[in-house]
């Protein structure tokens, strides 16, 4: 190595990896909250709504009444192990979950959808992902609430 090309080098900045260590990197946990999520959802409600306060708490209303009987549905259905009912109620909170920007509760319909396709399967215990999915319902009505609410004080 020549003079000049040893003092270049040693006058550079030390190269840093294009990755995180793992002290810098933020968890996906952190980036997923329940807090995030309803920024989320009250973000894509607004949206929808063109940020119209009797539009959204309509609509949040309306999410509240179904979630309710959506969660209430996935309970019996589960205790019947009725899966093609299962498979359908799935559907049609995913439905909602999209529309609302949830990824999470989105992502768990898909995977109750499976699960109940393919009984046999060992990986995907269906009552974990209803435990699961239970959760995510609750999650979003206390959103929703939160929202017709916050828009009900303005």
Not at 8 to 21: D, G, I, M, Y
Not at 81 to 95: F, M, P, W, Y
Not at 116 to 123: G, I, K, L, R, T
Request: charged residues 30%; contains cysteine; glycine residues 4%.
């Amino acid at each position: 190595m020549k003079k000049k090309d040893r003092e270049e080098t040693a006058h550079r900045a030390p190269q840093r990896s294009a990755f995180l260590s793992d002290n810098e990197a933020p968890t996906l946990a952190a980036l997923n909250t329940p807090a995030l999520r309803h920024e989320r959802r009250t973000r894509t409600v607004t949206e929808l709504t063109g940020a119209d306060p009797a539009r959204i708490r309509t609509l949040a209303n309306a999410f509240i009444k179904a979630n309710d009987i959506d969660l209430q549905r996935l309970r019996l259905l589960h205790a019947r192990d009725d899966r093609a009912a299962l498979r359908h109620l799935a559907h049609r909170i995913k439905g909602a979950a999209q529309m609302t920007g949830d990824a999470q509760l989105s992502r768990l319909c898909s995977v109750l959808s499976g699960a109940c396709m393919d009984p046999d399967n060992q990986d995907l215990s269906l009552d974990a992902i209803v435990a699961q999915l239970d959760l995510a319902l609750r999650e979003f009505g206390d959103s929703c609430r939160q929202m017709a609410d916050d828009v009900g004080s303005r």
